[in-house]
Nanobody, 129 residues
């Protein structure tokens, strides 16, 4: 099993900045794509940004030029630097990861390998004056 721990949410005034962090833990062999999604009240969950293991990335049009996604593979960690925040960015932000895990060893090598999607519990970001 994999756990994704998020931190860094909070309340900030328009034009301010926040930095979200997400760290994966568990029986991890590798992490493929990681990403941030968000969900505002009454809205569906939407993509904010993704970053592949090779660190290629994508952004939602609404955050391009303001948000920067990054990751440190050896730490199984991902970050989202959010600058020039506006009230429309208010939402619960979720960390996502596509992870290859293992369960036990066979002849000294990881066994029972599988790939699955995992989500964090969410962190609230509120942009308000």
């Amino acid at each position: 099993q994999v756990q994704l721990g998020e931190s860094g949410g909070g309340k900030v005034q328009p034009g301010g900045s926040l930095r979200l962090s997400c760290t994966a833990s568990g029986n991890i062999l590798s992490i493929n794509t990681m990403g941030w999604y968000r969900q505002a009240p009454g809205n569906q969950r939407e993509l904010v940004a993704t970053i592949a293991q090779g660190k290629t990335f994508t952004y939602a049009e609404s955050v391009k030029g303001r948000f920067t996604i990054s990751r440190v593979n050896v730490k199984n960690s991902m970050y989202l630097q959010m600058d020039n925040l506006n009230p429309e960015d208010t939402a619960v932000y979720y960390c996502y990861a596509n992870v290859e895990t293992y369960s036990g060893l066979s002849f000294g090598l990881p066994a029972n390998r599988k790939v699955a999607d995992y989500w964090g519990q969410g962190t609230q970001v509120t942009v308000s004056s």
